[in-house]
């Protein structure tokens, strides 16, 4: 700083010179740097501003002068303080117009900037090379005026340059390129400030393209373009070559802003025709409207353009005449063109003509040039640019990258989550973005963590990771992607982000992220103490005692702990002792134990608090903590102290039953209650009510409390109901106990507390956007989360938005129902409810009646609606026929649609998963938005379906819903004219060599078409016939298809799902696999199983993972069975590689299941998986209903010994059978006789970790492979009334237990008798009762045989003790074993088809892993053993670890726990049955059963015979009284009843009445017929009158009750005039009889009125009378009367026994069939018997048709005399028999006259 004295102040220069300097004292920035006394000098205050570059606007400096002068006061002097304010120069060089970029070629470049100095000397100098002006000088002092505020880019640069001076200038540039525009200061501060420009022309060049040159006649050229909109943003554009691509050249020309992208499409097949010349896409400021597409035809001169559906424009070129011609094509304005002719030219290039064709669409400009070199030769050339001032595109680099970004920490699990969004892309731009996320040290900078993330890294519902962020935007419109950072330690971590979209744009976006790693903390410090002794430790003076801590501590990482033992000596148990001043009695040693040692003459009398303190400390953080317990020991003489279980003060449930639990202790010692205690309860809300003991008007705490003592006040422990007491309130309990003379007295304060609100949580599993996709499945998971019930009650229900249910179909269209926490509704559950919003509606409810209700809301995305596809050709040769389809109809809001075309698996043998409801698994043909397909070639058809081909067409949305259709196509796989050796080398030659078309694919990376490729390749491969000299060779084939599948990566599903489906197809015939094709592809299917867990934890669906599962399924089933193939030389390494990536692939399918849901089963033909979910509570006891099944797994959980899991954690259980042993080389193989099973438990920590776990008792059942058994021999007993059977066998003595098992078809007893050897004569061994019903029991003399391990029905164990018999002196170690079985009689001969015998010896074997080797003493045999089937029970040690901790990096998981059964058979065994059984005689029943039968005929038919005789004589009796002078004539017809002793003796008179008189009385008797008026006899009597009775109204009939049985009951009587033909009918039903019904013998009855019926019951009884009597066959024969019928008695006899032949003939028939089912209970025989007799009577009916039912009508229009009657309600009349009510025709009677002699 220099300074001086101002000059002119002094009058004189004396006074100057003489007037001493001034004291001055210098500030910068109020801080006293120096000091002078000169009038003038220079001098240095510190340091200044940087000279380099500019400085802010607050970067100054205040400089103050403070002088006092030395001669004068202050006042008087002319010295005064001088401020200066020193600042560095600070210039903004900015841009005024255009706003946007790039500049287009002379638009005019508006440049200023401000600077806050100027002085004179300075010169502003302004460069920009390639400008006007380049190089311009502009003084500092030459500014201009403010602009206004709209000029400036933002506020804040408005607001410095308002006091600063400013300067602009306009520039130009002519050309397009990269400028920059610099201002610097000359002769001032260094400062230099610059800016870059981008500078375009109008029209910006995008692509150019040239072709060859070409020929006039043959070159044809033909291209296509189209418009795509992917956004509401951007627009790709796609230019095609239709035909081929020999015309033009491979060198393409693109600017730098337009450089080609691929589009993420998919690739086309390899035989299409059409090649992409350019894609590219754009950023656009407004949607295109209408299809934009174009087409460009050139051929013999003629060129033809076609824009969208415009009309074609046809320009003709014609070199011979036009040398320059130029034409621009307009839709609005047609054509424009100007040309120069040939004739204007020079001769030497005449030969040569160019031609310019402009043409525009949608602000792309095409310039077509065709320039030919001579007459036939051309060149065409076609350059595209882009209109830069149109206003529908603009540049992809001035696109702005949207992203916001977010992170979230978890201390608990020492994680954090970078989260961050982007909004949705559309399916042809997402693999344009890539993400690079750094993470770097706080402390030194490094970069520690570097990740890279594709769009496709994306994950569902990633705001879950961030459950506390408000987000400024939808979620549902944007992707979110997720980063899980592990956070080993505290502080924040700087973090990078870059986001890149192509070459076009990026972003980058710095943040921090807040690491919080859990502390060390003690869970837990506590003393022990006595299960007596609760709150104080009592000892005896004298007396030596232990004290021991435990302590639980959560503390990762190294750490030390420090631990200590104070003891402070306490007056009583409320003071708080001093804890600086520990009290230290003599003899104690070191207190730095976990176990302290109190000698006997340590501690006087007294009371003394024993306090335990731990010191945690980290080493990696040295964060440490201190917890610690105390325990209250007295020492001194006996004392009573009560105490009340809790403490003073506890909280208690309103809803909660609880008790008051009194106790008392002396010397530490609880004393009984049944020593004379005396217990008394006091209870109020007010405390104070204590000191007087009376009870306060507000201290009562139940209503009908009476004063301070309890309701119950007498018993030490009082129970305490729920809801007894109020909520919110404090209740004082004293209890008072009297032991003696000694009293004590505790006090308890006890809280009621109203139930907290339930917290209910729904969580998303799958499908979880807010649009779920209807045809994938949808899970949630619901969850109480403070509920005090071990299992509250849950219930789902569907809403519509107005909150109505609706009717849902729980049961079929979900796999969990409505009751269970988790939900899985089925995919396509809501296919006809799209399109709404809905809410499901989760209600849970405890036991306490608490509730709560939690709603979740979806919206249901349709669908695309379903269109039709056609397949074309329908019929072709794999690799020879091409087909394509072709879709048409398919529409949905979310475009673009994409199609995916499927071939179905076409092998017989599929693995099934239950859990899929449609199986789609194919090979991907094609995938893309193109409705129509190019032509493809198809893998052939099974060849068990006709060479049928299934194809399913998907059809998917943008939103992921899809609609499918199915196809069917016949494809053969090859010609069946080439031999097998031609199609070997053609199919070897297309995938083999540099000129196969697999080398091309390889090339180009097309792996979805690889995989499809070698799958066809395959498919044509199996179907080969293999030959032993082409084996090899085909086996080097699969091998080299295997190695071109290991170059496919795993990047996406579709190339995972060609992967699975190759190797399937290729490891199909497991012959061919050799074991270096085993190990590829195992080790491939381990890759893609790792990679479809990672692609289903962010976006795959779980129907989709199972239909992958599942071909990864059949892939590894192939793979097992080929390195099983040779049992010597197995394949060790791929069956260990195989049974680790069936863990991958159960925990894959397990993912998304849930408990309830039923159990899920992955099956192929050799071996299966069963996997399930359940809660915890559900495994405490055995995890479900033991139910019929061949292979079984039950494991058991104990309570208590799982403290990690909660009460409804979720526990995973996967069960894995093996029809083949898949372990050949392990010890003990060759001994194996049951299936091999395995299996594995994990369950989930509140956390989340998964852990392994061992189950306290697994139970698994196996089934045998060989069920041998055979038929034993039975009968009646040679010695004693017994059915016997028996045999024998060898066995060594070495084996521990022989089970026989006896098989019987009946339920039947048996006593076993066991013997040594053959000899039966000594006495049994051991002696059985063997039942259906129990396990079988040894007899009293047999009590020390030990106990079986099997007990079962039917299943008898013989333990090793019994071959050691004394008895048996034989010591070789081998014995026989004789058998013999008894029981009750129940065979009369001899059979084998009764009781069949097991025989067999059982082990079971452990293999804890494939690493091990198998074991046999680990699991013992169940109950449930049994000749099908062996039951092993497997026990946890008590000391292992039941519940393992999550797996640390390095550490192996727990394997699978392997499974199987020794078994030993004894196939030399021998029947008894010559030694044991008597031979039965067979007896002649059946020939004096069929003699009997002739026998009975023969006297029958003589009976028959001469009944027949009597038959045919005259049925009407002329009675002896009759006049014979009489005319009148009536035939009377008489009904006997057919009740029982109906008929009579007596002799019976009747009289008629008439209108025209009475006839005479007439006894109704003849001396030639005395049997008459028989039961149910039917008499009919001719009676004479001298006149016509005319109309008969009644008649009087009576008998004289004379003879033995007189009482006769009359059913009816008919009379009819024979002159007349006239009928009459009365109706009786009356007893005449005395002593019966009213006691009369003479009745009179009137006539029936013709409009009258007869009762119900009489017409029925009537009508089943003469059913019986005239039309039942064998009734018939006895009771017929042989007037109407066709059949005598003699021959309806005679069918009656050949019925009774013909249905014994069946019936022997049957039972010699059913003699070999040999059912001889007698229940079970009755019947058989009873059913073989139904059988035989249905099958004999067609016999009694044809033989007489049909015959025993009468024949012709005969009616019987009792034809009168009709159905109930209505009756034939007497009088008019052709009326129209009476149809029937009336039979003639025969009438018999006598002469008059």
């Known amino acids: 700083m220099y300074y001086s004295r101002v000059p002119g102040v002094h009058s004189g220069k004396e006074a100057s010179d003489f007037q001493p300097p001034p004291y001055c004292r210098w500030y910068q920035d109020s801080i006293l740097v120096n000091s002078t006394n000169l009038w003038s000098g220079n001098l240095t205050l510190g340091p200044g501003l940087s000279r380099e570059g500019t400085n802010s606007p607050l970067a100054y400096s205040q400089i103050t002068v403070q002088c006092i002068s030395t001669l004068c006061p202050v006042p008087l002097c002319f010295h005064h303080n001088l401020s200066i304010e020193v600042s560095g120069q600070d210039v903004h060089l900015f841009l005024f117009w255009p706003r946007t970029r790039p500049i287009f070629e002379w638009q005019p470049v508006h440049l200023g900037w401000c600077a806050r100095l100027k002085s004179s000397t300075w010169i502003y100098h302004f460069k920009s090379q390639g400008g006007s002006p380049a190089d311009l000088l502009v003084p500092s002092d030459q500014y201009t005026e403010l602009p206004p505020y709209t000029a400036y880019l933002n506020a804040e640069l408005h607001q410095v340059c308002r006091s600063y001076y400013t300067y602009h200038l306009i520039v130009h540039y002519a050309h397009r390129g990269f400028y ?132 074609p424009t046809y320009l003709t070129l014609n070199p011979q005449k036009v040398k320059v011609g130029t034409y621009i094509i307009s839709h609005t304005l047609g054509l424009y063109y100007s040309i120069q002719d040939v004739s204007t ?30 007459l036939q030769l051309f060149r065409f050339s076609m350059h595209i640019y882009l209109n830069r001032k149109g206003n529908l595109f603009k540049s992809l680099g001035e696109k702005e990258i949207e992203i916001h970004i977010f992170n979230s920490t978890l201390p608990e699990e020492n994680l954090a989550y970078i989260v961050w969004f982007i909004p949705v892309q559309h399916p042809l731009l997402q693999c344009e973005w890539t993400f690079n996320l750094q993470l770097f040290d706080s402390k030194d900078k490094n970069l520690i963590e570097n990740y890279t993330f594709a769009y496709i890294n994306h994950v569902r519902n990633a705001t879950k990771f961030i459950p506390d962020s408000v987000l400024p935007f939808n979620p549902a419109l944007y992707t979110g992607f997720v980063a899980k950072v592990n956070c080993t330690g505290n502080g924040i971590v700087p973090t990078i982000l870059k986001a890149t979209f192509n070459t076009y744009a990026s972003k980058v976006i710095e943040s921090r992220l807040a690491c919080q790693q859990k502390p060390c903390s003690i869970i837990k410090i506590h003393i022990q103490r006595p299960e007596t002794s609760k709150l104080i430790i009592h000892y005896t003076p004298g007396t030596e005692f232990t004290l021991s801590a435990d302590a639980r501590i959560n503390c990762p990482g190294p750490k030390q702990a420090d631990v200590i033992w104070n003891i402070y000596k306490v007056p009583n148990m409320t003071s708080t002792p001093d804890w600086s001043k520990p009290f230290n009695p003599p003899g104690i040693g070191g207190r730095n134990v976990i176990t302290l040692k109190i000698p006997s003459s340590s501690l006087d009398d007294g009371l003394y608090l024993f306090n335990f303190t731990m010191k945690l400390t980290s080493l990696d953080t040295w964060y440490r903590t201190k917890s610690s317990d105390s325990v209250f020991v007295e020492i001194g003489p006996d004392n009573l102290v009560a105490a009340i279980a809790g403490g003073s003060y506890r909280t208690v449930s309103f809803s909660d039953q609880w008790t008051l639990n009194g106790s008392v202790f002396s010397n530490g010692k609880a004393i009984q209650s049944s020593l004379g205690l005396s217990f008394i309860w006091y209870c109020t809300k007010q405390k104070t009510d204590y000191a007087s003991m009376t009870l306060s008007k507000n201290g009562k705490c139940h209503p009908d409390q009476v004063d301070l003592k309890w309701l119950t006040s007498s018993d030490p422990v009082q129970i305490m109901k729920p809801q007894i007491f109020q909520g919110s309130n404090t209740y004082y309990f004293l209890l008072v106990v009297q032991y003696g003379s000694r009293t004590a007295h505790t006090e308890q304060a006890v809280y009621v507390e109203v139930n907290p609100t339930l917290i209910l949580n729904v969580a998303c599993i799958e499908n979880c956007d807010k649009s779920v996709i ?164 198809l893998p052939s058809g099974l060849l068990s379906q006709n060479s049928a081909l299934v194809i399913y067409i998907q059809v998917y949305d943008a939103l992921g819903a899809c609609s499918q259709i199915t196809l069917q196509a016949t494809v053969y796989d090859h010609p069946r004219s080439k031999s097998p050796d031609v199609i070997y080398h053609e199919l070897r030659a297309l995938i083999h060599g540099p000129s196969a078309f697999m080398t091309t694919l390889l090339v180009t990376k097309d792996y979805i078409n690889i995989g499809y490729f070698v799958y066809m390749v395959a498919s044509v491969l199996n179907n080969i016939e293999t030959s032993p000299t082409s084996q090899s060779s085909k086996s080097d084939l699969r091998q080299i298809l295997l190695n071109l599948i290991a170059e496919i990566p795993t990047n996406t599903a579709q190339e995972i799902n060609q992967v699975i489906l190759s190797i399937c197809q290729v490891t199909h015939l497991t012959m061919e696999v050799n074991r270096e094709s085993q190990l590829l592809a195992v080790k491939k299917l ?11 934890d962010k976006d795959l669906g779980s129907k989709e993972t199972e239909i992958l599962g599942n071909g990864i399924l059949i892939g590894l089933s192939n793979v097992l069975k080929a390195s099983l193939l040779h049992h010597r030389n197995v394949n060790i390494n791929v069956v260990k590689e195989t049974i680790f990536v069936m863990e991958i692939l159960a925990d894959l399918v397990l993912q998304d299941k849930g408990p309830g849901e039923n159990e899920t089963i992955m099956e192929t033909d050799n071996w299966s998986i069963h996997l399930q979910k359940y809660e915890t509570w559900e495994v405490f006891g055995n995890v479900s209903d033991r139910k019929f099944c061949k292979n079984c797994f039950y494991p058991k959980l104990k309570q208590g010994h799982h403290a990690e899991l909660q009460v409804d954690a979720v526990v995973t259980t996967v069960f894995y059978v093996f029809d083949r042993n898949p372990f050949p080389w392990l010890f003990f193989s060759e001994d194996i006789g049951t299936i091999v099973t395995g299996f594995k438990m994990k369950g989930t920590k509140t956390n989340g970790d998964i852990i392994s776990i061992i189950p306290d008792v697994a139970e698994v059942i196996m089934a045998r492979k060989d069920e041998a058994i055979f038929d034993l021999t039975i009968g009646p007993d040679k010695m004693h009334s017994k059915t016997t059977g028996g045999f024998n066998f060898e066995i060594k003595r070495s084996t521990k237990y022989v089970f026989i098992q006896i098989v019987s078809k009946i339920r039947i007893t048996f006593h076993v008798f066991v013997y040594l050897g053959d000899n039966l004569s000594h006495p049994p061994i051991a002696t059985y ?87 046999e003493e680990a699991c013992k045999l169940g109950r449930e053993t049994s000749w099908s089937k062996i039951h ?101 017809t008489i009904y006997t009843g057919s009740r029982p002793r109906a008929g009579t003796k007596a002799s019976v008179f009747i009289e008629l009445i008439g209108q025209n008189g009475v006839s005479n009385v007439h006894q109704l008797k003849h001396p030639k017929f005395p049997r008459i008026f028989r039961r149910g006899a039917i008499d009919t009597f001719l009676l004479s009158t001298t006149m016509d009775l005319g109309e008969i109204f009644s008649l009087h009939i009576w008998h004289d009750n004379c003879k033995f049985g007189p009482n006769w009951y009359l059913s009816r009587i008919k009379v009819q005039n024979l002159e007349t033909k006239q009928s009459w009918l009365f109706l009786c039903r009356k007893w005449l009889a005395l002593g019966t019904d009213d006691s009369q013998i003479e009745r009179s009855f009137a006539v029936m009125s013709p409009n009258a019926s007869i009762s119900k019951i009489d017409y029925f009884l009537i009508t089943v009378s003469n059913d019986l009597s005239r039309n039942h ?69 067609p016999v009694q048709n044809s033989t007489g039912v049909g015959n025993l009508r009468p024949a012709g229009r005969i009616w019987p005399p009792e034809a009168f009657l009709t159905a109930p309600g209505g009756g034939c009349h007497s009088r008019h028999h052709r009326a129209k009510k009476c149809r029937r025709p009336e039979a003639k009677s025969r009438v018999t006259s006598k002469k008059v002699e």
């Open 180 to 311: 920059t525009a610099s201002v610097s200061i000359e002769h001032g501060p260094r400062i230099s400030l610059s800016m870059d420009f981008l500078v375009e022309p109008a029209l910006l060049h995008v692509f150019s393209t040239n072709s060859k040159l070409l020929n006039q006649p043959h070159g044809t050229l033909s291209l296509s373009w189209s418009f795509l909109q992917l956004s509401q943003g951007i627009v790709a554009y796609k230019l095609l070559n239709r035909h081929s691509t020999r015309g033009w050249s491979h060198s393409y020309n693109y600017n730098p802003f337009a450089l080609h992208s691929n589009l993420c499409a998919v690739h086309k097949p390899h035989h299409s025709n059409e090649k992409v010349m350019a894609t590219i896409y754009f950023h656009a400021k407004e949607m295109l409207f209408g299809e934009l597409t174009g087409k460009l035809d050139f051929s013999n001169k003629t060129l033809i353009f076609t824009a969208s559906s415009a009309t």
């Open 345 to 374: 030219n020079t001769a030497t290039d005449k030969n040569s003509s160019s031609h310019y064709i402009f043409y525009q669409q949608a602000s792309f400009s095409y310039l077509i040039m065709a320039e030919y070199v001579q």
């Open 774 to 937: 209807p045809t994938e499945r949808f899970c949630l998971s619901g969850r109480c989360l403070n509920c005090r019930t071990k299992k509250p009650a849950y219930y789902w229900s569907l809403h519509s938005v107005q909150s109505n249910e609706i009717d849902f179909d729980w049961s079929s269209k979900t796999t969990t129902g409505r009751s269970n926490p988790y939900l899985r509704i089925n995919a396509f559950a809501f296919a006809t409810m799209a399109e709404q919003t809905y809410i499901l509606s989760l209600k849970v409810l405890t036991t306490e009646g608490q509730s709560a209700i939690y709603k979740y809301s979806f919206y249901v995305n349709s669908p695309p609606r379903l269109g039709k596809c056609v397949l074309n050709p329908k019929i072709g040769i794999a690799f020879l026929t091409k087909f394509f389809i072709q879709c048409r109809g398919f529409e949905d809001k979310n475009e673009p649609l994409t199609y995916k075309v499927i071939a179905a698996y076409n092998q017989t043998k599929i693995s099934t998963v239950s859990s899929i409801e449609s199986n789609t698994l194919g090979i991907i043909v094609y995938a893309g938005h193109d409705y129509k397909t190019s032509q493809y070639f």
């Open 1086 to 1096: 381990k890759e893609v199983s790792k990679a479809l867990k990672r692609h289903r």
């Open 1329 to 1415: 009762t063997v039942s259906h019903h129990s396990p079988p029991t040894s007899t009293k003399m047999n009590a020390s045989i030990p106990a079986c391990v099997v007990e079962a029905p039917y299943i008898l164990c013989i333990p090793q003790s019994l071959f050691w018999s004394p008895v048996y002196r034989n010591r070789q170690d081998k014995v026989n074993l004789s058998i013999v079985l008894q029981s009750n009689p129940f065979v009369r001969e001899q059979t084998t088809k009764i009781v069949r015998i097991a025989l067999f010896a059982a082990e079971c074997l452990d293999l804890d892993g494939v690493q091990q080797q198998w074991k």
């Open 1432 to 1532: 092993c029970i497997c026990k946890a040690k008590e000391h292992s670890t039941r519940t393992a901790s999550p797996r640390s990096p390095g550490i192996p998981e727990a394997g699978i726990r392997f499974l199987a059964s020794k078994v030993f058979l004894f196939p030399n065994h021998t029947d008894m049955k010559r030694s044991l059984l008597a031979n039965v005689l067979q007896y002649p029943i059946t020939e004096f059963t069929v003699l009997t039968i002739f026998t009975v005929y023969t006297l029958l038919a003589l009976w028959a015979l001469k009944k027949d005789k009597v038959s045919r004589k005259a049925k009407i009796i002329d009675l002896p009284d009759n006049d014979p002078f009489d005319k009148i004539r009536y035939l009377v």
């Open 1673 to 1741: 066959l064998w009734l018939s024969v006895f009771t017929y009367k042989g007037i109407h019928g066709s059949l005598n008695r003699f021959q309806r006899l005679s069918c009656c026994l050949a019925i009774l032949m013909s249905s014994l003939m069946f019936n022997s028939l049957f039972f010699i069939s059913a003699k070999d089912q040999f059912i001889y209970s007698v229940g079970l025989a009755y019947l058989m018997s009873i059913r073989i007799g139904i059988r035989s009577a249905l099958i004999s009916i």
